[in-house]
């Protein structure tokens, strides 16, 4: 693989889904009205002070809005994963995938390009939305919006990856609300984002469990802390951990040899 060529094609991938993303503005507006709902009329409703245990990144009592702020920056990230994976589906649909996957460059590399292409638009809507936030006076320290990066980035990949595994096995734009239902809000829900596990197991013994290992609840805690300027090492193992097996499955999903499109006839 050339790397001038490589390079060349991963701005170009890059390039496309910015476009893609500009001119698309009501996709834009959606990425934020969504969490802004949530932010303000959900969290509302629950207006309160909440106590947490006196763990990082917050050892004091904090307002509910401040807590579910890292989840709904998540929650933009896990639906512009998914978003990615419809975009992968009707490229696929209407024969832009077979363009692209018959280049000459490696196909990991070109899902790797997308990948990152879809990372950076999250990262973009993540801090729009926490710009909005902060007029909302829902504010993090000044330094936490720059530790944050990394870990908007390494959350995005990881669950870009997830989009990616996804869209191998979709096969019809018309299927994708089932993974809406099947895996988005199941993996929101069962998560860290909205409450603290200590807050899930005074009313069951299943879903702390549940909400532990899911892979969205450990990349919300990993924004959580960035954001306060602090480091949760397992957090990151863990979406590390994830975004590894789920970027593997991916390129497996789209090899036409091993993965789901030979299953599927070859179609791409």
């Excluded at 790397?3 to 500009?22: K, M, Q, S």
């Excluded at 401040?66 to 649909?93: A, C, H, K, W």
């Amino acid at each position: 693989m050339n790397p001038l060529h490589a390079l060349r094609a991963l701005r170009g991938v890059v390039t496309r889904e910015l476009l893609r993303f500009v001119h698309q503005r009501e996709r834009f507006v959606s990425a934020l009205v969504r969490p802004l709902v949530w932010l303000f009329i959900f969290a509302a409703g629950f207006r309160s002070t909440l106590g947490l245990s006196p763990t990082p990144p917050y050892e004091t009592y904090i307002l509910y809005e401040d807590y579910i702020t890292p989840g709904l920056v998540g929650m933009i990230q896990l639906f512009n994963g998914m978003q990615s994976s419809l975009s992968m589906v009707y490229d696929r649909e209407m024969g832009n995938m077979r363009t692209l996957l018959v280049s000459p460059l490696p196909r990991w590399f070109l899902l790797v390009a997308k990948l990152l292409a879809g990372t950076l638009v999250s990262v973009l809507q993540a801090y729009a939305f926490l710009l909005v936030a902060w007029f909302y006076d829902v504010r993090a320290p000044i330094e936490g919006y720059l530790t944050l990066l990394p870990a908007l980035v390494l959350a995005g990949l990881m669950l870009g990856a997830l989009g990616l595994l996804l869209s191998s096995f979709i096969e019809q734009l018309e299927n994708f609300a089932g993974v809406m239902n099947f895996v988005i809000f199941p993996m929101f829900f069962l998560s860290t984002a909205l409450y603290p596990l200590w807050k899930l197991q005074e009313s069951s013994q299943l879903l702390p469990v549940l909400a532990q290992y899911n892979p969205f609840s450990q990349a919300v805690e990993l924004i959580r802390f960035a954001l306060y300027g602090q480091f949760n090492a397992y957090a990151c193992a863990y979406t590390l951990a994830s975004l590894a097996l789920f970027l593997s499955a991916a390129v497996i999903g789209y090899n036409p040899s091993k993965g789901m499109m030979q299953k599927k006839g070859g179609k791409q």
